[in-house]
């Protein structure tokens, strides 16, 4: 019998199966998150020998069917896949060691893309804990990871509490509102900033399957 506990069993399946988009989109998330200091490694609860050899065992497990796939991908991305899905993992197997704000932060890549962790923070708690505008740029910065790869990116506060939009100044480009319930909308270069802002105002959203992100792993 495997000692890694069931609802962390649970986890590791779902991410396994997550798309190859969705997995990238993690893995910058996480990393911008660290650089921005809002992700400290140093808070990953570790784990007994026994128990990281189990856990990390079954993590390459499930990823094996897919490691061709993950390979052809971006460069590394099999290796980030079960890096963040290991690190996640050690955090929900020992839940009970960190605050709720700690456990907020070092799960929000994947509740992100729709997973729910076992005593999952509330969203309108996970709202309070996390700055608003980050919280938002985080959702922007991850759905514009899969429309364009290594996007620059610069940020714009929106007035009336709108939220905030994300500016793609490549050629070709684009601008994604996004509002504080995470929805948005993504106009291309050719709309300038004041319609689409008139737009995202009135309402007008671009459905997440636009993102190439299943509905059922997202929770905006």
Sequence with gaps: MSVVPPDVAAFITMASQMPGRTLDAIRWATASAVAAGFYDTSMVPALSAPQFSALNKQ?????????????????????????????????????????????????????????????????HLRRQLIPDENRLIAVGRALFATLADDPALSVVELPDG??????????????????????????????????????FRDGSRTPLEKFDIDPGQTDA
Aim: net charge neutral; with cysteine.
């Design 59 to 123: 993590v390459r497990d499930a990823f094996a069917p897919r490691a061709e796939e993950l390979r052809a991908g971006r460069p590394g991305g099999l290796r980030s896949a079960i890096s963040c899905t290991t690190r996640t993992a050690q955090v929900i197997w020992k839940r009970d060691r960190l605050s709720a704000d700690q456990y907020a932060s070092l799960t929000a890549a994947f509740t992100a893309h729709g997973f729910a962790p076992p005593d999952h923070i509330p969203q």
């Design 162 to 199: 709108l939220g905030v939009c994300l500016v793609h100044t490549a050629r070709g480009g684009g601008k994604l509102y996004v509002a504080p319930d995470e929805t948005a909308l993504f106009v291309g270069s050719s709309v300038d900033f004041e319609s689409g802002l008139e737009a």
